[in-house]
């Protein structure tokens, strides 16, 4: 499967917002933690290569820490979207990871399990969405971290698992998901790209994929979501986003969902200037 673009993006924007508040107390299974030595937690300002433990693998990312003073901070997880196989994940969403820290937010850039410096394999939204909830507990244990205010950030594939982290429990407040996959089942005969259908068949339907999918899924998201979908999106057709909006309202749950004009899959640097004011007033407003 093609690479994915793990952009920035803006145009003007067509913003369809339900924003229907409703919280309820998610849950997920625990399953074992990897045998391995973290990375010792640092305290000061910087940039660190860290590693930490997922379920049963062990992930690597890097943190960005900016200078804490005696307030806490708040803290997000940024976590990329499809790429070839040997592609440093992190590195895809570093970029993205810095400048939340250069607003104020301790980041971690993660890769996802099945890219290096992370082991295991890519399943498709298996198993490392309990990766996710692992790293975000992980995130939010960190010096000078307010625990309460930890977000989850993901493009793509990335938007897929953190939605499902979202669904198992995960420690945090607050999800955004740049053009997910949310129906697996459904992208299969709907997508574009000639090379997903046989991915999916290989990597995604082994193990069934309602667990995989979000919109499956969705009665367990119990944080407020965003999603930032391209218009014109036909390799993660538009609707995957839209559908799951649509479900979170009708559940009476918090949803916001931005359709980007003229986007297709991953944003341009003009759409993501769209985006971008979207995605920090919603992170603002839930993380202070």
Not at 11 to 38: N, Q
Not at 55 to 70: A, N, T
Not at 184 to 201: M, Q, Y
């Amino acid at each position: 499967m093609p690479t994915d673009v793990h952009g920035s993006g803006t145009a003007s924007p067509r913003l369809a917002a339900a924003i229907l508040i409703s919280l309820a107390a998610g849950c997920a299974g625990e399953r074992g933690v990897a045998t391995l030595t973290p990375t010792p937690p640092p305290s000061t300002a910087g940039r660190f290569d860290v590693r930490l433990p997922g379920s049963g693998v062990e992930l690597g990312g890097i943190l960005f820490r900016p200078e804490i003073g005696s307030d806490r901070r708040a803290a997000i997880l940024v976590l990329h979207g499809w790429a070839p196989a040997g592609t440093n994940g992190a590195a895809l969403v570093e970029a993205r990871a810095r400048r939340y820290s250069e607003a104020g937010m301790v980041a971690l850039a993660l890769s996802m399990r099945g890219w290096p410096p992370s082991g295991g394999v890519d399943d498709c939204g298996l198993e490392q969405p309990d990766d996710v909830v692992r790293a975000a507990a992980w995130l939010g244990s960190q010096p000078g971290v307010d625990p309460g205010r930890v977000a989850l950030l993901g493009f793509s594939q990335g938007g897929q698992v953190v939605l499902l982290a979202g669904a198992r429990g995960a420690p945090v407040r607050a999800i955004v998901a740049y053009y997910p996959v949310t129906d697996v089942a459904r992208w299969k005969p709907t997508t574009s790209h000639p090379d997903i259908p046989g991915h999916i068949v290989a990597v995604c339907e082994p193990g069934g994929t309602a667990r995989r999918s979000p919109l499956v899924q969705a009665a367990s998201v119990a944080v407020p979501i965003l999603l930032v979908h391209g218009e014109q999106d036909t390799r993660v057709p538009t609707e995957q986003s839209v559908l799951l909006h649509e479900a979170m309202a009708a559940l009476g749950r918090r949803s916001t969902l931005l359709l980007v004009p003229g986007a297709q899959h991953g944003l341009t640097a003009d759409e993501e200037a769209v985006a971008r004011p979207v995605v920090e007033g919603f992170l603002e407003s839930l993380l202070g």
